[in-house]
């Protein structure tokens, strides 16, 4: 049966993707609230919707992943201010995994960036509003840009089945794709950007839908292309992003949070030649070092159930921190997730004490993160 939405919905202010219908049609059991838009999450059990996932191929509607457009003559320098990449290393045609920093470093958001021109720019949200945050940012700029939310909604082909499904629907040319790139195109009509990314460490693309009116028709050519492949509407995995090392912002970082703790600092350009926001409190940071980190734990025991709060953590009876994300991992048969720790308790092997609600304390080792494919080599394929 779909599922009721009187158990959720209250008024227009939660609004619908152009999937919206398809995924009731299609069977979605369960739906939570992202960028202030209804999500999937569920059409099946989970675990099963994972080996799906890693064995085959999903179709995910990703339309919460909204985006912010910036244009303009300045579009590039005034982008240039939001983030520490250097995007002057990113080519018209090539995406970037970025951070948002605010002015005290802190992470307003890591959305992928997209660079449609030498002065357009795509910026695909987790959920938090950096659209209010980029045009306050504007405001007093002096910049001449232009930015909006504009008619955008993605999808997610993952699997290692998925290269099969986009090659029936755009060709060749989209298999030519490399990792982080993409095309601007049409489904016959229908205008899309298709680009080789995603969020679950395994061969994947997104289809960026360019209006919104043919959500429910471009939805039905991809199910109809993955048929012969068994594609199926899945939710987003939150066991193979784990796996992955793939993290959640809300729930593994927050605006008070920092690249350096939670192992980001690869998307820091120390080269890069123009500032942005919170390129002092960055050098300070890096320069003094962390007090705490994010780190990878494998918790003992029998098989626990996803988090929905975070856990308290204790060493030697003391509490030192908490677990931000938490899984079974039904291919390493083991229980997996993140803790913010004291940097004293983040080396590999050290131990600590996790609190779970109504099961209590279980013993937690900290172990390097990914979980699997290190190299991301999967992905990349």
């Given at each position: 049966m779909p599922f009721d939405m009187n158990l959720v919905q209250r008024g227009a202010?939660?609004?619908r993707s152009p999937f919206f219908a398809a995924t009731q049609?299609?069977?979605a059991t369960a739906y939570t609230v992202y960028n202030h838009m209804l999500f999937p999450i569920c059409f099946a059990d989970?675990?099963?919707?994972?080996?799906h996932l890693v064995n085959g191929v999903t179709l995910w509607d990703v339309a919460v992943e909204r985006q912010v457009e910036i244009t303009g003559p300045d579009a590039l320098a005034?982008?240039?201010m939001l983030t520490p990449r250097d995007l002057t290393r990113c080519a018209v045609g090539q995406g970037k995994y970025v951070v948002i920093t605010a002015d005290d470093g802190g992470i307003i958001n890591d959305p992928v960036l997209l660079r449609l021109g030498e002065n357009h720019f795509w910026l695909a949200l987790a959920d938090s509003d950096a659209l209010l945050w980029a045009r306050g940012v504007a405001l007093k700029s002096g910049l001449r840009v232009t930015i909006r939310e504009p008619d955008v909604s993605p999808l997610q082909i993952q699997g290692p089945r998925a290269k099969e499904v986009v090659r029936t629907l755009f060709g060749e040319a989209a298999l030519r794709l490399r990792y982080y790139y993409f095309l601007e195109t049409a489904l016959d009509d229908i205008p899309v950007v298709v680009t080789r990314t995603g969020w679950t460490g395994e061969v994947g693309y997104e289809i960026y839908l360019r209006d919104g009116s043919r959500g429910d028709e471009l939805w039905e050519r991809i199910m109809d292309a993955g048929r012969p492949h068994g594609i199926r509407p899945t939710g987003p995995s939150d066991i193979r992003r784990i796996e992955a090392g793939i993290l959640n912002w809300g729930a593994d970082m927050t605006m008070e949070n920092n690249v350096?703790?939670?192992?980001?600092?690869?998307?820091v350009d120390d080269g890069k030649s123009s500032d942005y926001i919170g390129r002092a409190a960055l050098e300070r940071i890096k320069a003094a070092g962390v007090t705490r980190k994010l780190v990878g734990i494998e918790i003992d025991g029998a098989r626990i159930e996803m988090n929905t709060a975070r856990w308290?953590?204790?060493?030697?009876?003391?509490?030192?921190?908490?677990?931000?994300s938490a899984i079974w991992s039904p291919r390493l048969k083991k229980n997996i997730g993140y803790a913010m720790v004291p940097v004293a308790h983040a080396s590999p092997g050290a131990v600590l004490s996790v609190n779970l609600p109504d099961v209590g304390r279980r013993r937690a080792t900290v172990v390097p993160k990914p979980f699997v494919d290190a190299r991301k080599d999967i992905p990349k394929s």
């Open positions: 202010r939660l609004r049609r299609h069977g989970l675990e099963e919707e994972y080996w005034f982008t240039s350096y703790e939670v192992g980001l600092d690869y998307l308290p953590v204790t060493a030697g009876g003391d509490g030192v921190g908490q677990v931000t």
